[in-house]
């Protein structure tokens, strides 16, 4: 599978906005981008995902690279309750169809 | 609509006990997947179904674990005999679809089981 590499942690300042680095040098042409996050005591949760184009919905942008080596999770206003570890992930529809396979994330704190 | 249920929350055992896990899919979801989640560390993939059927067991310790779906509903985690190293948290997570990407693939994820071997 090909890897991703993020930060172990991060902060941020509650109502600002948050860029969550990925990086996924090895990724393959098909592979899309998934981003995942998982809040205390709580399952992983799925966020967005894409292949080529940014994306967007209600909890966040996802801004890839032009050459897609790297992308990044956009939360536009952190609140106190964005506090989770955040995973990226690569998966291929065509190989692994469904498997994720996860890092170990980025941890996030929100303060106050 | 109701959620990836899982039961039961907590498990303490002894080691070499047995142990199993049940889980309730989103209603519809073909593809079901467990996780072992060990502290600190992202969820690790033991094996995927699709519908009854198993798709990637590959990364399943399949001499003390066993897994099963029935009728591509339910599905039931064993461990026989549990070790100390496999205290962790248990995933079950549901998709509607896997393959051609697009909305429907992404993962619903149970709140998981946390087991301890003590």
């Known amino acids: 599978d090909a890897k991703t590499t993020q930060p172990n942690s991060m902060e941020s300042n509650e109502e600002e906005p948050v860029h969550l680095p990925c990086n996924h040098s090895t990724i393959s042409g098909t592979d899309y981008i998934h981003w995942y996050r998982q809040l205390p005591s709580q399952g992983p949760e799925y966020v967005i995902h894409g292949l080529t184009s940014n994306v967007n919905n209600r ?27 955040y995973y990226c992930i690569l998966r291929d529809p065509n190989t692994n169809a469904g498997k994720s396979t996860f890092g170990d994330g980025t941890t996030l704190t929100v303060k106050p | 609509e109701a959620g990836v249920a899982q039961s ?103 709140q998981g089981t946390r087991l301890t071997v003590v």
């Open chain 1, 59 to 85: 909890m966040a942008s996802l801004a890839i690279a032009e050459d897609r080596k790297s992308s990044t999770l956009i939360l536009h206003r952190a609140t106190l309750r964005d506090a989770a570890v």
């Open chain 2, 8 to 110: 039961p929350r907590y498990k303490i055992i002894e080691k070499r006990q047995s142990v199993a896990f049940w889980c309730n899919p989103i209603s519809g979801h073909a593809t079901l997947y467990w996780y072992q989640q060990i502290l600190g560390q992202g969820p690790k993939l033991l094996i995927q179904f699709q519908n009854n059927g198993v798709v990637d067991d590959s990364q399943l310790p399949k001499d003390r674990f066993s897994a099963e779906r029935l009728k591509g509903v339910d599905s039931t985690l064993k461990i026989q005999p549990a070790k100390l190293e496999d205290s962790a948290v248990y995933l079950c997570a549901s998709s509607l679809r896997v393959g051609r990407e697009g909305t429907g693939t992404e993962a619903f994820f149970g």
